[in-house]
C-alpha cells in the first residue's frame, strides 16, 4: 500500500536548524511532483515548498523562501526539507504529500505528519 512517513521533527531554538524526511513506498515516487505542506496550531493548511518530479524545479512559499531548501533522492524514495533560521512561527505538524499532475488541485497522497517546535 502507498505509504509517506515523515521524520526528523523536534524541538529547535529559534535561529536553529532542522532536516525533515518523507520515505514514500506503494508508487512509483520518481512520477509525482512532492509537496511540503504545514498546519500550525488552530491555523489551515498551508503550503511551503514543491518539487517537480526530476527534481528539477523548486517553489516556495514566500515565507520560507532563502531559508527552507526541498529537494529529493529518487533512487531513495525521499524527500527531504532541509531548514534553517527557523522561527517560532514556523511551529507547526509538516507534512509530505504528492501529486501526480501538478495542475491538479488535490493531492494524491498524505504522510502523518511530523512536528516541528521552534521555541527557546
Known amino acids: 500500500q502507498v505509504q509517506l512517513v515523515e521524520s526528523g521533527g523536534g524541538l529547535v531554538q529559534p535561529g536553529g536548524s532542522l532536516k525533515l524526511s518523507c520515505a514514500a513506498s506503494?508508487?512509483?515516487?520518481?512520477?509525482?511532483?512532492m509537496y511540503w505542506v504545514r498546519q500550525a496550531p488552530g491555523k489551515g493548511l498551508e503550503w511551503v515548498s514543491r518539487?517537480?518530479?526530476?527534481?528539477?524545479?523548486?517553489y516556495y512559499a514566500d515565507f520560507v523562501k532563502g531559508r527552507f531548501t526541498i529537494s529529493r533522492d529518487n533512487a531513495k524514495n525521499t524527500l527531504y526539507l532541509r531548514m534553517n533560521s527557523l522561527k517560532s512561527e514556523d511551529t507547526a505538524v509538516y507534512y509530505c504529500a504528492s501529486k501526480k499532475d501538478p495542475n491538479l488541485k488535490e493531492y494524491d497522497y498524505w504522510g502523518q505528519g511530523t512536528q516541528v517546535t521552534v521555541s527557546s
Open positions: 518539487i517537480s518530479s526530476g527534481g528539477g524545479r523548486t
Open positions: 506503494g508508487f512509483t515516487f520518481s512520477s509525482y511532483w
